[in-house]
């Protein structure tokens, strides 16, 4: 049986809209995450410019 083309339509806007809210209820804690993962990622990669100049210096 074939699924309608509004059918399908519906369930994609219906997908959008609980997508929406859940990344809506979960912003806090999704920025929360990517400044964390940005934070360690400037602080790997101040370490690994020190580790190279200090072998550049040896």
Known sequence: MQTSRHSRTM????RIHRSRRWIARRRTALLSSALRGAAYATGAGIVGLGFFL????I
């Open 11 to 14: 369930q994609t806007s219906s």
């Open 54 to 57: 200090l072998q550049q210096r």
